[in-house]
């Protein structure tokens, strides 16, 4: 099967992110691509880590477990306003009491003109982690649109179609990589709105004036 629109779109804001010399925040280490912060390493990442080694990269996370560079709440960052380039924010806004706010606080500390990366999650499973994470929030498009109300060139792209989708919401065994591989297979023969996804991919820029 072809390579899925919500991959090509991640591979493409990684690099608009990382664009060299640039100054990155990745709140909760969601890149997965540095073994030496972030509580998780995804191997298919690889590509990432010569990219990160082009710019200034800043890990934010609310404990000091794994190793970020700066340890704090994404609801009120120990940031200066206007310092980053990039912010990039995946698989974190469900897990805080005040999305709004993080959201706020994400323009806040991004220059004019900076680009945010998101992924947020809409039909996906509870996932918590006693004592690190609570997990509150599930995201519409609409609500992406409007959590961004003060961004500009908001783009997003949802992962996963309604039927990929409901395999990926199944208990193991049977979510497994052949019901997934199934689900992608039908959802490619027929036409989805779009609506009904895992999550969406998110960017947008704060903006320049």
């Not at 804001?13 to 640039?22: G, M």
Request: contains cysteine.
């Amino acid at each position: 099967m072809p390579t899925p629109a919500w991959d090509i779109f991640f591979e493409n804001a990684v690099k608009a992110a990382l664009a060299p010399d640039s100054r990155v925040l990745d709140i909760g280490a969601g890149l997965r691509a540095d073994p030496s912060r972030g509580n998780r390493v995804d191997a298919r990442r690889a590509w990432i880590r010569p990219l990160l080694e082009r710019v200034r990269y800043d890990v934010l996370d609310p404990v000091d477990t794994y190793k970020p560079d700066i340890v704090g709440d994404l609801q009120a960052m120990p940031i200066d306003d206007a310092f980053y380039d990039s912010v990039i924010c995946l698989a974190v806004l469900e897990h805080v009491s005040r999305p709004w706010d993080g959201v706020k606080e994400m323009r806040r500390i991004l220059k004019p003109g900076g680009f945010l990366f998101l992924y947020v999650p809409f039909l996906a499973p509870y996932h918590a982690e006693p004592g690190y994470y609570s997990d509150f929030w599930r995201f519409t498009d609409e609500g992406i649109k409007t959590l961004l109300y003060e961004f500009d060139d908001v783009r997003l792209v949802p992962v996963r179609g309604p039927v990929e989708t409901l395999a990926h919401l199944l208990p193991r065994p049977i979510h497994n990589a052949f019901f997934l591989w199934l689900g992608r297979k039908l959802d490619s023969l027929r036409r989805a709105s779009g609506k009904q996804a895992s999550g969406f991919y998110v960017t947008a820029r704060r903006p320049a004036a």
